[in-house]
């Protein structure tokens, strides 16, 4: 098997495994933003977004899946909804270094 093929039948397997863990448990927040972060990693950025808005559904204070939703609108070409994402998490998190790092970067670093 070429090295490439078994990189994509591992990365298929992983996204099954993600998507059974919700189907198991729609509700299970940490499931759905797990397969965000998947999804972000393999330049999925739409998909992405929609696994991390669905994981907020269920645990609407954890500021890493607040960062992560923004930097998958960042990536799926949004403007403003990225700074939203991390203003929130900023507030969640006022210590959080990468939230303050996505916010300085775009020149609307806040004191949220």
């Not at 990536?75 to 990468?98: M, Q």
Request: hydrophobic share 40%; net charge positive.
């Amino acid at each position: 098997m070429r090295p490439g093929l078994r990189h994509d039948v591992r990365r298929s397997r992983d996204e099954l495994a993600l998507k059974a863990l919700i189907v198991r448990d729609p509700n299970d927040a940490s499931a759905h933003h797990n397969l965000g972060t998947f999804l972000l990693r393999t330049a999925r950025c739409d998909e992405a977004v929609q696994a991390y808005r669905q994981s907020l559904r269920f645990r609407s204070n954890y500021p890493g899946t607040y960062l992560n939703l923004g930097c998958a609108l960042k990536d799926s070409g949004r403007i403003e909804e990225p700074v939203a994402a991390w203003e929130k998490a900023l507030r969640l998190a006022p210590d959080d270094p990468a939230a303050r790092q996505e916010l300085a970067r775009v020149g609307r670093l806040s004191t949220a």
